[in-house]
């Protein structure tokens, strides 16, 4: 896990040293200073509301430091933050249904980020927009009879940037997320994020909290709708992801009771 390609916001990060040291703690030499209390790192798994969130961090961050409290860009693993900044850390981070999240992640690369971000295609991105021009195309790609031609269409995903980091890029296997329940502090469904939030956020060390005047929300203009064929075909190549994913949750209702 070497790319560590950032993207272009629609809106400049402020200059701010709570801000830089949150953002950037992940990629000092040893990691950041020893603390007394276990630091909280936000796993970022993309398409899971993730810039709504950092944004949020990032204006409250100017109003009151949480000095504990990190960003773990969506190339790093669980395991990795451990190596990082210790095995004690808190892990934070949102749940989003594993199917949605590949079809909102494919679609994010197939409009180059936009609306909040303008990230040109790889190489590798631009081969597969030309093999598989739309969704449907590479969703009947991994759902063909042929085995050399499913083949393909998982290499195409895998060395996309966004689509395959998913919850088994982050945990590496179910057991990885198993073994990493009690580390979570903050393990919200998506689906409850804006009616749960002051719940998010003090689980993120803000106890109190301001909302920005216009956070960023990085969501496509229509969501496509699959046939209940693609959408069973995405669920067989993500039987890895959904088990891992449903792990998570069934840990989230324990963690944050309805």
Same mark, same amino acid.
């Given at each position: 896990?070497?790319?560590?390609?950032?993207?272009?916001?629609?809106?400049?990060?402020? *200059? =701010?040293?709570?801000?830089?040291?949150?953002?950037?703690? =992940?990629?000092?030499?040893?990691?950041?200073?020893?603390? %007394?209390?276990?630091?909280?790192?936000? #796993?970022?798994?993309?398409?899971?509301?993730?810039?709504?969130?950092?944004?949020?961090?990032?204006?409250?961050?100017?109003?009151?430091?949480?000095? *504990?409290?990190?960003?773990?860009? @969506? /190339?790093?693993?669980?395991?990795?933050?451990?190596?990082?900044?210790?095995?004690?850390?808190?892990?934070?981070?949102?749940?989003?249904?594993? !199917?949605?999240?590949?079809?909102?992640?494919?679609?994010?690369?197939?409009?180059?980020?936009?609306?909040?971000?303008?990230?040109? /295609?790889?190489?590798?991105?631009?081969?597969?927009?030309? +093999?598989?021009? *739309?969704? +449907?195309?590479?969703?009947?790609?991994?759902?063909?009879? /042929?085995?050399?031609?499913?083949?393909?269409?998982?290499?195409?995903?895998?060395?996309?940037?966004? !689509?395959?980091? %998913?919850?088994? @890029?982050?945990?590496?296997?179910?057991?990885?997320?198993?073994?990493?329940?009690?580390?979570?502090?903050?393990?919200?469904?998506?689906?409850?994020?804006?009616?749960?939030?002051?719940?998010?956020?003090?689980?993120?060390?803000? &106890?109190?909290?301001?909302?920005?005047?216009?956070?960023?929300?990085?969501?496509?203009?229509?969501?496509?709708?699959?046939?209940?064929?693609?959408?069973?075909?995405? &669920?067989?190549?993500?039987?890895?992801?959904?088990?891992?994913?449903?792990?998570?949750?069934? =840990?989230?209702?324990? #963690? @944050?009771?309805?």
């Amino acid at each position: 896990m070497t790319d560590k390609t950032s993207s272009p916001r629609t809106r400049a990060l402020p *200059d =701010h040293p709570a801000v830089f040291r949150f953002l950037s703690g =992940h990629s000092h030499a040893g990691g950041p200073p020893q603390r %007394d209390t276990p630091p909280i790192v936000f #796993l970022h798994i993309p398409k899971t509301a993730g810039s709504y969130l950092i944004d949020l961090i990032v204006h409250n961050l100017q109003i009151a430091d949480r000095p *504990d409290l990190f960003y773990a860009p @969506h /190339w790093m693993s669980a395991a990795r933050t451990a190596e990082l900044f210790g095995p004690d850390r808190r892990l934070a981070l949102i749940l989003r249904d594993p !199917v949605d999240r590949f079809v909102s992640a494919f679609q994010s690369r197939h409009r180059q980020g936009a609306p909040a971000y303008d990230t040109p /295609w790889t190489d590798h991105e631009a081969r597969v927009f030309r +093999d598989y021009p *739309d969704l +449907d195309a590479l969703i009947d790609a991994l759902g063909s009879l /042929w085995p050399k031609r499913r083949r393909a269409a998982v290499a195409a995903v895998a060395g996309m940037t966004l !689509v395959p980091r %998913d919850y088994t @890029h982050a945990f590496g296997s179910l057991t990885g997320a198993q073994t990493s329940l009690e580390a979570l502090s903050l393990c919200l469904p998506m689906a409850r994020l804006d009616r749960d939030l002051g719940l998010a956020m003090t689980a993120l060390g803000f &106890e109190r909290f301001e909302m920005a005047e216009r956070p960023l929300r990085n969501m496509a203009p229509t969501r496509p709708t699959l046939s209940p064929r693609r959408r069973s075909i995405l &669920e067989r190549h993500l039987a890895e992801d959904i088990a891992i994913h449903d792990v998570l949750h069934q =840990h989230a209702t324990r #963690l @944050h009771p309805e």
